[in-house]
């Protein structure tokens, strides 16, 4: 970076540090991941200064010969690894390409069947604080409260009274698997579009790791840079009969400007989705995900839905005289990165966030299996019964440096293929 240090020494310093943070200590955030340099090099090359609107072969600028390429590649890479029949790579996020599939076939007051932010949903699936929430009548379904799951006849029922033109399914922090079949057949028994928001899952989905939602759905959004180890960005795919209103509804409908470097980084993460690495973190993910939640309920702790089927564990910690924020904040402390979370039970009470949740995807890129995960769960466990404890801490925390000195992320001129 020898022109950022020249021309900003204050911010190159800064990157330095965040390096050094990443590979100092370990990191349990779902919604993050550690990308290939490959996909770090593309974000910062030239394509960052290409403007362009519309789409490739009927551009709004001139000089899009070679991003018209990069477009394409990213679309026809996308299309294979998902089976799609239709791509959209330019949505600037996940909450763009939700925004753009309403706008595509629904109309302002339209009603919209979602899950519910406590029990796994997502802001933009019409959470109060989100303007999808002012732009449409949207109702949301909780879990059973018994088993946590998703009551697929309840929702049936809340579908039938409620009528919408669209079911979102997908969630932010539900550890199961849904059933995108079960849910097609009560979309299509009020004749509802169905879009399944996969932000959390595309890396698992792409990797084959799990069942896929673009068979049974109309619509499947997600973002690039959590399992699906990327750069920033969205995508959505659709089924061919609705790929003109995709368009016009992304451009010029919800954005303007597409970034060229995050479609090409999207374009090299569909390339490597292929590569046997790949595909091994995917299933590495998923195995570290189940052992550490059978590793927290051998410990005592309520593991929400009692286990999980993807990269997440969300952690109840009523019964352990801590909060959520308490306890990101002491695991932080000594190098150990996640999130509080709400879990089912703090619906009653807005704000509240009686949880944890902890991701496995970064740890598997660094290739960590069963043994780390039982280390760190160790660790975590005595972090939260003795948060104030400075012997307990100083031992984690170089516990936490050996083992990220030895499973590096960038160290070195280390790369995660």
Same mark, same amino acid.
Request: one cysteine or more.
């Given at each position: 970076?020898?022109?950022?240090?020249?021309?900003?020494?204050?911010?190159?310093?800064?990157?330095?540090?965040?390096?050094?943070?990443?590979?100092?200590?370990?990191?349990?955030?779902?919604?993050?991941?550690?990308?290939?340099?490959?996909?770090?090099?593309?974000?910062?090359?030239?394509?960052?200064?290409?403007?362009?609107?519309?789409?490739?072969?009927?551009?709004?600028?001139?000089?899009?010969?070679?991003?018209?390429?990069?477009?394409?590649?990213?679309?026809?890479?996308?299309?294979?690894?998902?089976?799609?029949?239709?791509?959209?790579?330019?949505?600037?996020?996940?909450?763009?390409?939700?925004?753009?599939?309403?706008?595509?076939?629904?109309?302002?007051?339209?009603?919209?069947?979602?899950?519910?932010?406590?029990?796994?949903?997502?802001?933009?699936?019409?959470?109060?604080?989100?303007?999808?929430?002012?732009?449409?009548?949207?109702?949301?379904?909780?879990?059973?409260?018994?088993?946590?799951?998703?009551?697929?006849?309840?929702?049936?029922?809340?579908?039938?009274?409620?009528?919408?033109?669209?079911?979102?399914?997908?969630?932010?922090?539900?550890?199961?698997?849904?059933?995108?079949?079960?849910?097609?057949?009560?979309?299509?028994?009020?004749?509802?579009?169905?879009?399944?928001?996969?932000?959390?899952?595309?890396?698992?989905?792409?990797?084959?790791?799990?069942?896929?939602?673009?068979?049974?759905?109309?619509?499947?959004?997600?973002?690039?840079?959590?399992?699906?180890?990327? @750069?920033?960005?969205? !995508?959505?795919?659709?089924? =061919?009969?609705?790929?003109?209103? *995709? &368009?016009?509804?992304?451009? %010029?409908?919800?954005?303007?400007?597409?970034?060229?470097?995050?479609?090409?980084?999207?374009?090299?993460?569909?390339?490597?989705?292929?590569?046997?690495?790949?595909?091994?973190?995917?299933?590495?993910?998923?195995?570290?995900?189940?052992?550490?939640?059978?590793?927290?309920?051998?410990?005592?702790?309520?593991?929400?839905?009692?286990?999980?089927?993807?990269?997440?564990?969300?952690?109840?910690?009523?019964?352990?005289?801590?909060?959520?924020?308490?306890?990101?904040?002491?695991?932080?402390?000594?190098?150990?990165?996640?999130?509080?979370?709400?879990?089912?039970?703090?619906?009653?009470?807005?704000?509240?966030?009686?949880?944890?949740?902890?991701?496995?995807?970064?740890?598997?890129?660094?290739?960590? @299996?069963?043994?780390? !995960?039982?280390?760190?769960? =160790?660790?975590?466990?005595?972090? *939260? &019964?003795?948060?104030?404890? %400075?012997?307990?801490?100083?031992?984690?925390?170089?516990?936490?440096?050996?083992?990220?000195?030895?499973?590096?992320?960038?160290?070195?001129?280390?790369?995660?293929?």
């Amino acid at each position: 970076m020898k022109f950022l240090l020249r021309d900003d020494p204050e911010m190159a310093k800064l990157v330095k540090q965040e390096e050094v943070r990443i590979d100092s200590t370990l990191n349990l955030i779902a919604a993050e991941n550690h990308s290939p340099r490959s996909i770090m090099e593309i974000m910062g090359s030239i394509f960052n200064t290409k403007t362009i609107e519309g789409y490739p072969g009927n551009r709004h600028h001139a000089g899009c010969k070679h991003v018209d390429t990069v477009e394409n590649l990213a679309i026809e890479r996308a299309k294979a690894v998902f089976g799609a029949e239709f791509v959209n790579v330019q949505p600037h996020s996940g909450t763009s390409a939700n925004l753009a599939v309403y706008f595509s076939v629904l109309d302002v007051g339209d009603r919209i069947l979602s899950m519910s932010l406590p029990h796994g949903g997502h802001l933009s699936h019409g959470h109060r604080a989100s303007a999808t929430s002012r732009c449409f009548n949207f109702k949301h379904y909780a879990l059973d409260p018994s088993t946590e799951r998703i009551d697929y006849e309840m929702v049936r029922k809340m579908a039938l009274r409620f009528q919408p033109k669209m079911i979102v399914t997908g969630a932010s922090s539900y550890p199961r698997l849904i059933d995108y079949k079960k849910m097609s057949e009560i979309a299509k028994e009020i004749s509802a579009y169905l879009l399944a928001d996969i932000a959390h899952l595309a890396g698992l989905v792409a990797g084959k790791a799990i069942p896929s939602p673009v068979p049974h759905c109309d619509f499947v959004t997600f973002t690039c840079y959590k399992t699906l180890m990327g @750069g920033r960005g969205g !995508m959505i795919l659709a089924k =061919e009969e609705f790929a003109k209103k *995709i &368009n016009k509804s992304v451009f %010029p409908g919800t954005q303007g400007t597409s970034a060229v470097n995050l479609i090409a980084a999207k374009a090299v993460i569909m390339k490597l989705a292929s590569d046997p690495k790949f595909i091994e973190i995917q299933k590495q993910t998923l195995e570290n995900a189940a052992y550490m939640a059978s590793c927290l309920v051998e410990k005592g702790y309520r593991v929400v839905t009692g286990g999980t089927d993807n990269h997440q564990v969300v952690v109840d910690l009523s019964n352990k005289g801590i909060t959520g924020a308490q306890a990101e904040q002491c695991l932080e402390d000594c190098g150990i990165v996640l999130n509080r979370n709400v879990v089912p039970a703090d619906a009653k009470q807005p704000g509240k966030t009686s949880g944890i949740r902890i991701g496995t995807g970064a740890l598997s890129a660094r290739y960590m @299996g069963k043994e780390q !995960m039982s280390t760190i769960v =160790e660790w975590m466990n005595q972090l *939260i &019964n003795n948060p104030e404890n %400075p012997e307990i801490q100083d031992a984690v925390k170089a516990g936490v440096n050996d083992l990220c000195t030895r499973f590096p992320v960038y160290a070195n001129g280390h790369d995660i293929f």
